[in-house]
Nanobody, 120 residues
Framework: QVQVVESGGGLVQPGGSLRLSCAAS????????MAWYRQVPGKERELVARITDVGNTTYADSVKGRFTISRDNGKRTVGLQMNNLKPEDTAVYYC??????????????WGQGTQVTVSS
């Protein structure tokens, strides 16, 4: 079993900052890919940012220059630093991890989601 736990959401004013964190634990041989997605009601879940095990990153155009994803391979954690937040960043943010287990099978797991609200 693998657990994915997020933390760090909340309410912030436009222009403010928040940091999300996510930790993966359980039967994991290697965490291949870690990513953040977000979803608003009535829309599909969208990729915000992802980072490979060697540190290569990808960002959605809407967050480039404002958000930074980082990971600690030893601790199996991923963070998302969000600066200059805008009302359109309001969403439930989900952590996603792509892992390889000890039998070398690949699986993806989702966290429970954390609400981020940007409002004055």
């Amino acid at each position: 079993q693998v657990q994915v736990v997020e933390s760090g959401g909340g309410l912030v004013q436009p222009g403010g900052s928040l940091r999300l964190s996510c930790a993966a634990s359980g039967s994991i041989f290697r965490v291949v890919l870690m990513a953040w997605y977000r979803q608003v009601p009535g829309k599909e879940r969208e990729l915000v940012a992802r980072i490979t095990d060697v540190g290569n990153t990808t960002y959605a155009d809407s967050v480039k220059g404002r958000f930074t994803i980082s990971r600690d391979n030893g601790k199996r954690t991923v963070g998302l630093q969000m600066n200059n937040l805008k009302p359109e960043d309001t969403a439930v943010y989900y952590c996603n991890v792509d892992i390889e287990n000890w039998q070398k099978y690949r699986f993806r797991y989702w966290g429970q989601g954390t609400q981020v609200t940007v409002s004055s």
